[in-house]
T-cell receptor
Framework: DAGVIQSPRHEVTEMGQEVTLRCKPI?????LFWYRQTMMRGLELLIY????????DSGMPEDRFSAKMPNASFSTLKIQPSEPRDSAVYFC???????????FGDGTRLSIL | AQKITQTQPGMFVQEKEAVTLDCTYD???????LFWYKQPSSGEMIFLIY??????QNATEGRYSLNFQKARKSANLVISASQLGDSAMYFC???????????FGAGTRLAVHP
């Protein structure tokens, strides 16, 4: 079975540009999560969806961040405008139910210059 | 207060020996789940093992076992017969009762020496 697929794996862009990160969850998984990993703050949940509906976005740092899940097989995380402090590894994860383990994608390493 | 505490920033172990990575947690919920993930230097997060708060038996998955001591609120990961490929960061995480998000500890970096 294919795991969670994220793209791109690496993104380097200049401050002020729009960044779009993409995620395809494992087929049949009803929950999708976006996490951010930094040295200073570790792994933090940004937002999660259940059946394509955003449930908790309290971890989204600012209005510059937005996430969508237009269908069960695709989600995006956008940052507009991007800032150097957004540099981090962004992970997408999915789970079958709320009680099942979350399976992570390989992450997107984002660098904002 | 920290929800998940991993007190060992780094650990060393000789190949083929067993190693225990510590994790303590803080919750007032009766229903919760505890997870361990491995993050190799390549960066991906790999799910290793899960323990539910109502599970009476310690979870095991191959060479991984979880030493769950509910009264002490600890969920230590035991890796038996360490291999060089076990060198990685290991994260303990908790999901509390009605919440679906995982709260992660700071991680322990394990180095396996030949």
């Amino acid at each position: 079975d294919a795991g969670v697929i994220q793209s791109p794996r690496h993104e380097v862009t200049e401050m002020g540009q729009e960044v779009t990160l993409r995620c395809k969850p494992i087929s049949g998984h009803d929950y999708l999560f976006w996490y951010r990993q930094t040295m200073m703050r570790g792994l933090e949940l940004l937002i999660y969806f259940n059946n394509n509906v955003p449930i908790d976005d309290s971890g989204m740092p600012e209005d510059r961040f937005s996430a969508k899940m237009p269908n069960a097989s695709f989600s995006t995380l956008k940052i507009q405008p991007s800032e150097p402090r957004d540099s981090a590894v962004y992970f997408c994860a999915s789970s079958f139910t709320s009680n099942q383990p979350q399976h992570f994608g390989d992450g997107t390493r984002l660098s904002i210059l | 207060a920290q929800k998940i505490t991993q007190t060992q920033p780094g650990m060393f172990v000789q190949e083929k020996e067993a190693v225990t990575l510590d994790c303590t947690y803080d919750t007032s919920d009766q229903s919760y789940g505890l997870f361990w993930y491995k993050q190799p230097s390549s960066g991906e997060m790999i799910f290793l093992i899960y323990q539910g708060s109502y599970d009476e038996q310690n979870a095991t998955e191959g060479r991984y076992s979880l030493n769950f001591q509910k009264a002490r609120k600890s969920a230590n990961l035991v890796i038996s017969a360490s291999q060089l490929g076990d060198s990685a960061m290991y994260f303990c995480a908790m999901r509390e009762g009605g919440y679906n998000k995982l709260i992660f500890g700071a991680g322990t970096r394990l180095a396996v020496h030949p």
